[in-house]
């Protein structure tokens, strides 16, 4: 059973940055992914990594402000959010799937982190 335990996340003021961790116990042939949940809407893709981390993909909307990584030697991914906005606010979940390469489509992953919130000041 893999497990994906999450930190980081809180309040930030509009225009500030955060490091969002997610902590894996699974193997490091896993593509991996963050997905957010704002008040009210659907959940959406924010971001995927591949298993070796050679390749990231990211919804249009947020490329060049969140960066995607991971540390195989800590088994964690990250989510670096920068220049944050009020409508970044959401609860934002990391996801693992046993795959190569990752995906947009959230019912592809099998594993879910807890989830952490984001909370973004104007």
């Known amino acids: 059973q893999v497990q994906l335990v999450q930190s980081g996340g809180g309040l930030v003021q509009a225009g500030g940055s955060l490091r969002l961790s997610c902590a894996t116990s699974?193997?490091?042939?896993?593509?991996m992914a963050w997905f957010r949940q704002a008040p009210g809407k659907e959940r959406e893709f924010v971001a995927a990594?591949?298993?070796?981390?050679?390749?990231?993909y990211y919804v249009d909307s947020m490329k060049g402000r969140f960066i995607v990584s991971r540390d195989d030697a800590e088994n964690t991914i990250y989510l670096q959010a920068n220049n944050l906005k009020p409508e970044d606010t959401a609860v934002y979940y990391c996801?693992?799937?046993?795959?190569?390469?990752?995906?947009?489509?959230?019912?592809?992953?099998?594993?879910w982190g807890q989830g952490t919130q984001v909370t973004v000041s104007s």
């Open positions: 996801a693992a799937v046993p795959l190569v390469a990752g995906s947009q489509d959230q019912s592809e992953y099998q594993y």
């Open positions: 699974g193997p490091r042939a896993y593509a």
């Open positions: 990594i591949n298993w070796s981390g050679g390749e990231t």
